[in-house]
């Protein structure tokens, strides 16, 4: 007995819902694991990066956790600003294996991110992530303009530069964190750091954006 046409067709159709729902209670399970929310903006998570000397002085004004990972924001004295990302998934990324490229490729710039909030407090930040960060041994850094590394060491990297956009990507390409400004390029330094188990970010700009801001970094524990 032949079956009709008509019937293959509705089980086609059956088997694609069935298989887009899988997906997405799939895909919500994952990421509800993942997702960041809002703390009481006291720094606490990030705070041990900086040296015991300037911890009281140091004002956070935005706080996103969960149990892998935090994204702090600090301003010290109205001079300097440090945003934080303490990232556990990141811990595998081996600090000789951070590269560096120069691209204006928007494709490469913008992709993947799926979410993003605003950092104020001059110069103003967006920042845009994943929820599920996927990362390897290695870490790809794609700029518009050319960052350079100026010191590596066991436990940490610090690179400099001046740049509008600055994405983070995984040994696939596959952006994780994009950081970008509208207004102007940023004058920063990039801080790599790892410690207590965790693989730290730290982007470090000066408030009034004159010049890249090496008296920061007296401030962090590089350690």
């Known amino acids: 007995m032949q079956i009709p046409i008509r019937k293959y067709i509705h089980v086609g159709i059956l088997t694609v819902i069935i298989y887009s729902i899988g997906h997405l209670l799939y895909s919500i399970v994952k990421t509800s ?5 809002f703390g009481s903006n006291s720094g606490s998570r990030c705070i041990n990066l900086f040296n015991d000397s300037v911890k009281q002085k140091m004002k956070c ?11 702090c924001a600090f ?7 440090y945003v934080v990302w303490q990232l556990g998934e990141f811990r595998n990324v081996d600090l000789q294996r951070i590269n560096f490229y120069k691209t204006k490729d928007k494709l490469i710039l913008d992709a993947n991110p799926t979410h993003e909030f605003d950092l104020g407090v001059g110069p103003s930040l967006m920042v845009k992530d ?3 960060f996927s990362m390897s041994e290695e870490l790809n850094i794609h700029t518009p303009i050319k960052m350079k590394i100026d010191t590596i060491s066991k436990n940490f990297c610090i690179a400099s530069g001046t740049a509008n956009k600055i994405s983070f990507a995984n040994d696939k390409n596959e952006n994780q964190i994009i950081i ?8 920063s330094k990039l801080v790599f750091l790892k410690q207590n188990q965790n ?10 954006n004159r010049k890249i ?6 401030n962090l524990r590089l350690n």
Do not use: G, M, W
């Open 33 to 37: 694991q993942c997702e960041l929310t």
């Open 61 to 71: 004004f935005f706080e996103l956790e969960n149990n892998e990972s935090a994204i």
């Open 75 to 81: 301003n010290f004295q109205d001079k300097y600003r």
């Open 130 to 132: 994943i929820f599920c």
């Open 180 to 187: 970008s400004t509208n207004n102007f390029p940023l004058c």
């Open 199 to 208: 693989f730290n970010i730290v982007l470090v700009t000066s408030v009034e």
């Open 213 to 218: 801001p090496d008296d920061a970094l007296k």
